[in-house]
């Protein structure tokens, strides 16, 4: 069974930087098969996908976002991972990762971390 | 970037009843539109994909319709489960999402 966990912490100040982890279980990033990505849900509101990486790191990102996401990948730990700089409270939300199929819709997601921002 | 309107934002129903909601694409998606069912505190739910193929475990009751720019969810008979915020989901171009319909208990 398909596990991915986030990981992080759960309160950044402004203007630093959010590192965020990802731990995937159940399915090997190395395969090539997937893309792998970030999704947030600001509280009360909509969903917004940050961007995706494959097992070569070839990445893709949403243009609102790209330019303070970096997302790389590490498959000797089966791990991928998002940094977001430049933090303010509109980045406050529920942080969540997700396989992206190539050409298609999100088909397995973690559970979410929430990330505050706040001094 | 492909834009993903919903409508209405809150739909009140009663138990029971059926429900029709909308989403509607800035250019075509063609069948590349996904539903997603959410719950308090609960990453979203797959219901459908491909505009009109239910997911795994999916009631009947769910159905989905359309292409291009213009879909359509469909809750035929609201069971009490059912009471939540449904997101459409576009993927013909990376991923984008519609701000989400309530759907509330009349």
Redesign the interface.
């Known amino acids: 069974q398909l596990q991915l966990l986030e990981s992080g912490p759960g309160l950044v100040k402004p203007s630093e930087t959010l590192p965020l982890t990802c731990t995937v279980s159940g399915d090997s990033i190395s395969s090539g098969s997937h893309y792998w990505?970030w999704?947030r849900q600001p509280p009360g509101?909509?969903?917004?996908?940050i961007g995706?990486i494959n097992n070569r790191g070839t990445t893709?990102y949403?243009?609102?976002l790209e330019s303070r996401v970096t997302i790389s990948v590490d498959t000797s730990k089966n791990q991928f991972s998002l940094e977001l700089t430049s933090m303010t409270a509109a980045d406050t939300a529920v942080y969540?990762c997700v396989r992206?199929p190539i050409?298609?819709?999100?088909?397995y997601?973690?559970?979410?971390t929430l990330v505050a921002v706040s001094s | 970037?492909i834009v993903m309107t919903q409508s209405p934002a809150t739909l009140s129903v009663s138990p029971g009843e059926r429900a029709t909601l909308s989403c509607r694409a800035s250019q075509s998606v063609s069948s590349?539109l996904?539903w997603y069912q959410q719950k308090p505190g609960q990453?979203?739910r797959?219901l459908i994909?491909g505009a009109s193929t239910r997911a795994t475990g999916i009631p009947a009751r769910f159905s989905g319709s359309g292409s291009a720019t213009d879909f359509t969810l469909t809750i035929s008979s609201l069971q009490s489960e059912d009471f939540a915020v449904y997101?459409c989901?576009q993927?013909n171009n990376?991923?984008?999402?519609?701000?989400?319909t309530k759907l509330e208990i009349k």
């Open positions: 990505g999704i509101k909509g969903l917004e996908w995706s893709y949403n243009p609102s969540f992206d050409g298609s819709y999100p088909d997601w973690g559970q979410g | 970037e590349d996904a990453a979203p797959l994909s997101y989901q993927y990376w991923h984008s999402f519609g701000q989400g």
